[in-house]
């Protein structure tokens, strides 16, 4: 129950901003309310009297905070009407005149619902206007005469023509009313929110025992569902089960199992909808969401990469859209990334040192376990500080050279390319996926469960990261003719050295030394081997067009062979120096006199019982990266 405790205390922080639309942005739903879609729009003055109608266009603007009860949020079938803006079936007097369909019941239960709260003590001048003018029965006729709906030849409704998708008979309707000269969205009403949530409150008589706060309140047995996303039927508490008794044995009433106060249930539901739409990770079934508890400020996004993280963040001084590409940022071009990543470094410092001793950080993650059903399948809570140790830490250590789009930039498809942190869904296809198209894809449950393995590492409660993912992605980069050379490289190759670094850099150990600290590493060695093999060849067949520009040239045999190399480097490496020898002949007496120089220092390493046909493990692709890294600085230099 701590997570729901967590969000009810998230709600009263963030309670003054309950049903304000600031701009399109994820709304903070009031106590008793939900949202629908809305198809139809009618504006009434505040005696009651139709004055316009509109069909509205799908988009953004249509999603509409209703007033609901238990019942009506959670309904399915049975008459469960909302108290305010609803289905035609409900609200119109005269649904069965236009479509044959008897509903009167559907109208006189949700009249009489309305009657009640306009004429109760927490009563308002627009919800009056509404049940004045519904009273009256005449809606689908004032709705035909503005062309809002459509009859067919027998002046009947048809469902043949759709809004937003669907039949005429289902629209959704919502209103306006005029009021000091000027229509005003009932919807976007504060005082009406505040109106109904107290009325609705006052009415309920259920007292029992809530877990969450160990009082005696309203509790309520029927929790709301939308969590990550407004068709979304998945819910997280549920115990609607009364004929399979599945609680039977250790309890004789689904009350026993959970009992949550209502006001509690509604702000801890309302809070986690609002926080995965405003700044959630929603993808694959899964919802994942960090946030700070006790006051009003963003933190990093630990679903993105490190560049990406911060880009949303209050008070963070760094401009992603003026990040420094140019060749005058840095006294050597080649170093461009470094500054990228110094001047990076200096804000994420500069941010860290905001975050309060006693600030409270949360992160939940939920996954469907059914199509009703909602998991909680990681919860975890931590002090600001300890949250931000444990992301620069993560940043610091699980970090590669690489390419990264920066999102919501200025200029369409920015990139970057410096040393950051790749996103946990890009640990997860770098290990599961399969390049399709331009991309790489995965099974969405494997991706899902990689992610929540990830979680704990990334906030530290995990040292390292599982080794059968680092495993299984250092698989997918011994397969490079299965890919295109950018997603090998950028997305593959680099992501899992990024892993590997993480779980490397302990202690004293550090990547800049690791050549030099595993100079008689067979693995590393034999990745070193590979590397100049490869970028041997690479040189060899290099061309350029007319333009200047580098031509496309075939696989390499390195990367042909290298699936084989992995498994059996000594046996392998023979076939691949086999190969070379046509290519050798194509290099510049400098170019072959560095090759063999580097071949040299690579070999004099080796022993006699480590050149064997023993599989290498993952650590043999930081030899290749860093050796190949070297060679290309080395020749750069060379040829400038």
Not at 41 to 46: A, C, M, R, Y
Not at 409 to 430: G, H, Q, V, Y
Request: hydrophobic share 35%; charged share 30%.
């Amino acid at each position: 129950m701590a997570w729901l405790k967590t969000l009810a205390d998230t709600y009263d922080i963030y309670s003054d901003l309950a049903g304000v639309d600031k701009n399109g942005q994820a709304v903070l739903l009031p106590i008793s309310h939900s949202t629908f879609n809305a198809q139809i729009e009618v504006t009434i003055d505040k005696d009651g009297n139709f004055v316009d109608a509109q069909k509205l266009e799908k988009g953004i603007g249509v999603v509409t905070v209703i007033p609901v009860t238990e019942d009506s949020a959670a309904k399915a079938n049975g008459i469960v009407p909302h108290p305010l803006c609803d289905k035609l079936c409900y609200i119109a007097g005269d649904y069965t005149d236009y479509t044959g369909d008897d509903k009167r019941k559907y109208y006189d239960a949700y009249i009489a619902q309305l009657q009640s709260w306009a004429e109760s003590d927490f009563t308002h001048p627009m919800v009056q206007a509404v049940y004045r003018y519904l009273v009256k029965g005449s809606l689908i006729c004032d709705l035909t005469a503005k062309k809002a709906l459509l009859l067919d030849d027998n002046g009947k409704l048809t469902d043949d023509i759709k809004i937003h998708g669907q039949g005429q008979t289902g629209a959704n309707v919502r209103f306006r009313v005029f009021g000091a000269g000027k229509p005003q969205e009932i919807w976007k009403n504060q005082e009406i929110y505040k109106k109904y949530s107290a009325y609705y409150q006052q009415k309920s008589d259920k007292k029992r025992l809530c877990y969450v706060t160990g009082k005696m309140e309203s509790c309520s047995d029927k929790h709301p569902s939308k969590i990550r996303n407004s068709v979304d039927k998945a819910k997280l508490i549920s115990g609607n089960d009364k004929y399979g008794f599945t609680y039977r044995g250790r309890f004789t009433a689904k009350e026993q199992v959970v009992s949550v106060g209502y006001e509690v249930s509604q702000k801890a539901h309302n809070a986690l909808k609002w926080l995965i739409q405003k700044q959630g990770y929603t993808r694959d079934e899964s919802a994942i969401v960090c946030w700070l508890v006790n006051r009003n400020m963003s933190i990093p996004d630990m679903m993105k990469d490190s560049i990406n993280a911060y880009r949303d963040v209050d008070d963070f001084d760094y401009d992603f859209d003026d990040i420094g590409i140019d060749d005058a940022v840095a006294d050597n071009k080649h170093d461009t990334g470094k500054y990228i990543a110094e001047q990076f470094n200096n804000a994420v410092n500069g941010y860290a040192g905001k975050i309060k001793q006693d600030d409270k950080i949360a992160i939940i993650a939920l996954d469907a376990a059914t199509t009703g059903r909602l998991s909680v399948v990681y919860y975890d809570e931590m002090g600001g500080k300890q949250y931000i140790d444990a992301i620069l830490n993560w940043q610091q250590h699980c970090k590669w050279r690489r390419t990264i789009k920066i999102e919501k930039s200025e200029t369409a498809n920015r990139k970057i390319t410096c040393e950051c942190t790749p996103a946990p869904r890009d640990m997860a296809l770098a290990a599961f996926g399969t390049q399709r198209d331009k991309w790489l894809e995965a099974e969405g449950k494997l991706i899902r469960t990689t992610i929540k393995r990830l979680l704990p590492c990334i906030t530290g409660k995990r040292a390292e990261i599982p080794y059968d993912i680092i495993r299984a992605a250092a698989r997918r980069a011994s397969m490079p003719q299965t890919m295109s050379d950018y997603i090998w490289y950028n997305d593959t190759l680099c992501v899992v050295c990024a892993m590997i670094r993480f779980n490397y850099e302990k202690g004293d150990r550090t990547m800049d030394n690791f050549l030099n600290d595993n100079i008689n590493d067979r693995n590393v060695l034999f990745g070193r081997l590979l590397a100049v093999y490869d970028y041997m060849e690479q040189r060899a067949m290099l061309e350029y067009d007319e333009s200047g520009k580098i031509k496309e040239s075939r696989t390499t045999n390195a990367k042909r062979y290298w699936n084989a190399f992995s498994s059996r480097p000594a046996r392998t490496f023979k076939t691949i120096k086999q190969n070379l020898v046509a290519y050798e002949k194509r290099l510049k007496d400098y170019q072959l006199k560095k090759f063999e120089e580097w071949t040299g220092e690579i070999m004099i390493h080796f022993t006699e019982k480590d050149f064997d046909n023993m599989a290498l493990s993952e650590m043999y692709l930081l030899g290749y990266y860093q050796q190949m890294e070297y060679m290309k600085k080395a020749f750069q230099r060379k040829e400038e």
